[in-house]
Nanobody, 127 residues
Framework: QVQLVESGGGLVQPGGSLRLSCAAS????????IGWFRQAPGKEREGVSC????????RYADSVKGRFTVSRDNAKNTVSLQMNSLKPADPAVYYC????????????????????WGQGTQVTVSS
């Protein structure tokens, strides 16, 4: 069974950085997608970034382009989200999610495209 466990959330000042990790296990295929989503209180869960395990291709929401970087370590079965220049708009619970089938990459940001979810990790940006 697929399991996803996020870590690395915390409190950071505006302009600061955090690195989130998603430990993935239980996959039966070497090709799958890991998406990062976030949900702030009272808001919809939104796609932040996505990476394909096989070729490392990535996608980003416009709101985080140039600030966030997603990467994978296939040997360790982890996916990381490096978040730099954090803004007051970034605080949320961040989730990683997996698509183990086929993903139409044009809609990578839709939560319904993902089959498995982690428990989430809180990111707070405050001075």
């Amino acid at each position: 069974q697929v399991q996803l466990v996020e870590s690395g959330g915390g409190l950071v000042q505006p302009g600061g950085s955090l690195r989130l990790s998603c430990a993935a296990s239980g996959f039966t295929s070497d090709d799958y997608y890991i998406g990062w989503f976030r949900q702030a209180p009272g808001k919809e869960r939104e796609g932040v970034s996505c990476i394909r395990r096989s070729d490392g291709s990535t996608r980003y929401a416009d709101s985080v382009k140039g600030r966030f970087t997603v990467s994978r370590d296939n040997a360790k079965n982890t996916v990381s989200l490096q978040m730099n220049s954090l803004k007051p708009a970034d605080p949320a619970v961040y989730y990683c999610a997996a698509n183990t089938g086929s993903l139409y990459e044009g809609i990578w940001y839709l939560r319904y495209e993902y089959d498995y979810w982690g428990q989430g990790t809180q990111v707070t940006v405050s001075s």
